[in-house]
């Protein structure tokens, strides 16, 4: 059975955040909730750090663009009251036939 691979590098601005360990928390709050509740594999991809902006990359594996894009979009739902959002890059790969 063929899978459809999909990777996104998440842009956040974290307006609550003031120290690099209020990034932290929020930024791995994030990865884990990716990890546990939706599916995702997820990394911390900012460089370098900085307090108050995070890039996130998530990816996973499903059967349809659409099942995958719906567990990003609640991901995303769960976590945007410590967040605003800048972008959304998008990566695709079809497994094929």
């Known amino acids: ?38 599916g995702f594999s997820a990394s911390d991809l900012t460089h370098p750090l900085k307090i108050d902006y995070a890039e996130v990359g998530f990816a996973a594996v499903g059967q349809t663009e659409d099942e995958i894009r719906r567990r990003l979009d609640r991901l995303m739902a769960t976590v945007e009251s410590e967040i605003d959002l800048l972008g959304i890059e998008e990566h695709i790969v079809d497994g094929g036939d």
């Open 1 to 38: 059975m063929a899978g459809l691979f999909m990777a996104f590098r998440v842009r956040v601005k974290l307006p609550g955040c003031r120290t690099l360990k209020d990034r932290r928390a929020v930024v791995q709050g994030m990865v884990h909730t990716a990890r546990d509740r939706h």
